[in-house]
């Protein structure tokens, strides 16, 4: 398992919905939360197989933002 995490426009419970089902659905994603309190909206991936790339790709067809983070 290898955590992922991006920095995000994601920054209110109604973007948070509006994405939910889309991660959920993702493969290779076990797990996830976005802290709207951190000025970056870091979204957090416990990633068993999706990567950064296609974890970019789901968010951005939502039209989310999202730039990888170490």
Known sequence: M???KFKT??????C???VTPFL?????VEGWKVDTDNPDK????ES???TEEE???TLQK???KAESVD
């Open 2 to 4: 290898k955590t992922l």
């Open 9 to 14: 426009n994601i920054n209110c419970g109604g």
């Open 16 to 18: 948070v919905s509006k």
């Open 24 to 28: 959920n659905k993702q493969e290779g």
């Open 42 to 45: 870091i979204l957090t991936i």
């Open 48 to 50: 068993n197989g999706a």
């Open 55 to 57: 974890v970019k790709i």
């Open 62 to 64: 939502v039209g989310f």
